[in-house]
């Protein structure tokens, strides 16, 4: 099924369920992300805090 074909018949549904007084969802699936918190992240976060108390320490 080409690209065109897949928003065509997607909106046909929509247009049903809307007429039908169901609700109807729009989901963006193109960027994936990570659930929770990663190492990443952990480490920003400790950065961030050593860095904060720091400078607290230094007002």
């Known amino acids: 099924m ?3 074909a897949q928003f065509q018949y ?3 549904q ?3 369920f809307l007429a039908a007084d169901e609700p109807v969802v ?3 699936t193109k960027k994936k992300e990570l ?3 990663s190492k990443t ?5 400790v950065q961030w805090t050593t ?3 720091q400078t607290a320490a230094e007002l």
């Open 10 to 12: 997607i909106s046909e």
């Open 35 to 37: 659930v929770g918190i």
């Open 2 to 4: 080409d690209r065109d």
């Open 26 to 28: 729009s989901v963006d």
């Open 14 to 16: 929509a247009r049903a």
């Open 51 to 53: 860095v904060a108390r």
């Open 41 to 45: 992240a952990v480490a920003n976060c």
